[in-house]
């Protein structure tokens, strides 16, 4: 019997085997190209355009090299490239993925190790690291929650946790077309690789 197939072609020619990828077979034009039309909060937000997965990762590094003035590029690269196995596996809210079980985390895992490779950083983030990653991650949850996905300050307060005002200080979160962001999110991949 033939097993399934578990490759996807991109759109620069490469076939990723989703279950055994490899960074010979990742391409950042194919990671932006696809996080730019992945929607956060599952399209669940105010505006013309969806808010994607490219636009919450170019937000997410902003915050962490915030948080982390002193902080390197490489690590830097780490928190745009946060998300980036979503490019293939799409983008699911919090309960969802906690439903689905391990195996969503462990396919997550291998792409996101691949991904690291492909781009010099390490196949697993350190802790430290994720941890400020995830730290950024949830003040843009809170104020995508807020500015985007209708929840009051109050009710992102208690499921977030309340930002510090000076961190978000001039953050104000505006759509764009997913070209726009394709672009953005390649630009900005571009300079931080330049500091590597």
């Known amino acids: 019997m033939k097993p399934p197939r578990a490759w996807q072609r991109m759109l620069s020619g490469r076939r990723l085997d989703l279950l ?32 994607s997965v490219a636009e919450h990762s170019l937000l997410v590094e902003e915050l962490y090299g915030r948080m982390n003035p002193k902080t390197s590029a490489k690590w830097r690269m780490a928190a745009l490239l946060h998300d980036a196995p979503e490019y293939v596996i799409g983008d699911m809210i919090s309960p969802v993925k906690a439903s689905v079980g391990p195996g969503y985390g462990a396919l997550d895992e291998r792409l996101a190790a691949a991904v690291h490779i492909r781009f010099g950083l390490p196949a697993a983030i350190p802790k430290l690291v994720k941890r400020e990653i995830k730290k950024a991650d949830t003040v843009s949850a809170w104020l995508e929650a807020t500015q985007l996905a209708g929840f009051s300050q109050a009710e992102a307060n208690r ?34 690789l330049s500091q590597l």
């Open 20 to 51: 055994d990828p490899t960074p010979v077979d990742i391409e950042i034009e194919d990671i932006a190209h696809g996080l730019a039309f992945v929607a956060r909060w599952n399209g669940q937000t105010q505006g013309d355009w969806p808010y």
């Open 159 to 192: 499921i977030f946790g309340k930002p510090a005002p000076a961190l978000i200080r001039g953050l104000k979160l505006i759509l764009r077309p997913p070209v726009e962001v394709r672009h953005a999110f390649l630009a900005r991949h571009s300079d931080l």
